[in-house]
């Protein structure tokens, strides 16, 4: 559930552009951006670190493509929130001994204890990675192909995508899980 609350802005964004233009769904997208901030202010009083990101970049490159009437910048969004993401897991772990996919994921994961440090710091990078070409492809698709068929990468492309990697990794890790012992 919380996945499909995640991608509500982009949904809404993909639907004002069916059946308006990109400047009408990046309004649309700001909206819901701001309206999802709020409700989760309102439920849980606590917003992260990368929601005030997305929110951040969705403001000011949403604000720039309706101004300008510039396209690029709503398109550089995903890429730059994504690049974000990448420094983020990369810079915290080898400069600040912060693993934050660890972090996300380590209580509901326990791994082998010989090898956990390993693996999580293997998995922070496969998340570094990821993050890296995904913006990197994001600006592939943005800029070599038609605005229709980047707002449809938008959504399922990169859900998909999303999708695959996750359960690639949830394959890998299972390698590297402790053994549930029967009671």
Do not use: C
Not at 92 to 107: C, E, R, Y
Not at 141 to 162: M, P, Y
């Amino acid at each position: 559930m919380k996945f499909l609350f995640d991608l509500f802005p982009v949904i809404l964004f993909f639907v004002a552009f069916k059946f308006a233009d990109i400047y009408t769904a990046t309004i649309v997208a700001m909206v819901a951006t701001i309206a999802q901030i709020l409700w989760v202010y309102y439920r849980h009083r606590k917003i992260d670190a990368m929601q005030w990101m997305s929110l951040v970049l969705i403001v000011v490159l949403g604000a720039l493509t309706i101004f300008l009437q510039d396209k690029t910048f709503i398109q550089l969004k995903p890429t730059a929130l994504y690049w974000l993401f990448a420094a983020g897991l990369f810079v915290s772990a080898q400069f600040f001994n912060k693993n934050w996919i660890q972090v996300l994921m380590g209580k509901q994961v326990t791994l082998k204890e010989n090898s956990a440090r390993n693996t999580w710091s293997q998995l922070n990078l496969a998340w570094s990675i990821f993050f890296l070409f995904m913006g990197a492809l994001n600006l592939y698709v943005a800029f070599q192909f038609s605005e229709d068929t980047w707002v449809n990468f938008k959504l399922f492309g990169t859900t998909a995508l999303l999708i695959v990697f996750v359960i690639a990794q949830g394959f890998w890790l299972s390698n590297h899980m402790e053994e549930e012992t029967p009671s």
